[in-house]
């Protein structure tokens, strides 16, 4: 089994209009310059965020979450309110973004690289809030098969059609690829304040809806919040429910026992040290360890990426690179390795 870490660059090669964290935040402020948030939270991003963490937006989300401990309660109130109206801005942002990229044709490495998803039953890791992994995997899955959006995930799911009464699942029996989400998607959404393990997270499963799908899919959707965790903020809040968790400990188990595994378009920062401990983990723990030793192999690690920097990252790891597919258009390089090797 192939198992992939999917970053930033990924979601980029498949479409130029993906934003990156500088372009939402040019998005954010023009969405406060045209007054679509509270004054609160148009002062915040004209003066304040920009100033503190420049265009970074996942240090934006994280210091308002962050709740510091310098903080009065009503600043702590205030900044989440204001974290809030931030990720629908950048829910909004990425769904046009989809939709652009979904409108032009796509590069053929794409359905190449979906299908061997499928064929594999490969693990997905995913670090993007992007759902390019899910619009593929339907629009490319095999013929014949029943391959189902709530299939895909590695945690139960209910559609939002349940809100009306109607059980709404996956297939159940469908044999395709898992995914697992560590930062949340754009088409997660939950009750706010409810315990993770007291409810089954809801999905937005038309990821392509028409005008009357999106407005049920408003109806359907009041009263729930997206699901988006900015990578550089502490977690340990949501490691203690389940979806999250759930996430982190399929990431782990699939690097684990993955014949291969691809690290596609990650920078690595050293701000997720999140992910540098699950890779640092996986690779060289102490159940990795065991089970290489028992079995006689090891992980092949390859690194597919435009730049060779994330090398000298992946050695300040301690990682050993097997494969190095870098050049101007990696994915392609990386399709016609799995169609060969």
């Known amino acids: 089994m192939d198992a992939f870490i999917l970053g930033a660059g990924f979601s980029r090669a498949v479409g130029d209009a993906m934003p990156l964290t500088s372009d939402l935040a040019e998005a954010l402020k023009t969405q406060a310059e045209d007054e679509l948030f509270t004054d609160e939270t148009c002062e915040l991003v004209a003066e304040l965020l920009p100033k503190l963490f420049g265009t970074d937006v996942e240090q934006w989300l994280s210091f308002l979450q962050g709740g510091g401990p310098y903080l009065t309660e009503l600043e702590r109130l205030r900044y989440r309110a204001a974290a809030l109206e931030l990720v629908e801005g950048i829910v909004q942002e990425i769904r046009r973004a989809e939709a652009k990229i979904w409108s032009r044709p796509l590069p053929p490495w794409v359905s190449e690289l979906a299908a061997h998803w499928h064929r594999d039953c490969s693990a997905v890791v995913s670090l993007n809030y992007d759902t390019i992994v899910e619009r593929a995997g339907l629009q490319f899955r095999p013929a014949g098969t029943k391959v189902a959006l709530l299939d895909m995930y590695c945690y139960p799911m209910a559609s939002l059609r349940s809100r009306r009464g109607e059980a709404v699942f996956g297939s159940g029996h469908t044999r395709t690829y898992r995914l697992a989400k560590l930062h949340g998607s754009v088409n997660w959404l939950r009750e706010p304040g409810q315990p993770a393990a007291s409810t089954m997270p809801f999905v937005d499963a038309q990821l392509n809806p028409t005008a009357d799908q999106r407005e049920r899919i408003w109806e359907l959707s009041q009263g729930l919040s997206p699901v988006i965790l900015p990578p550089a903020m502490t977690k340990a809040n949501f490691y203690d429910e389940s979806l999250i968790r ?94 060969t090797a």
């Open 246 to 339: 759930a996430q982190w400990t399929y990431a782990r188990a699939a690097i684990e026992e993955a014949d291969r595994l691809f690290i596609v378009g990650c920078s690595l920062r050293p701000a997720d040290f999140d992910l540098s401990n699950l890779l640092s983990v996986s690779l060289r723990g102490p159940s990795h360890t065991l089970r290489r030793f028992s079995a006689g192999r090891a992980t092949s690690v390859f690194v597919v990426d435009i730049s060779d920097n994330v090398l000298e990252r992946t050695r300040q790891m301690g990682i050993d690179v097997d494969g190095r597919l870098i050049g101007s258009d990696p994915l392609s390089a990386m399709s016609d390795f799995l169609a």
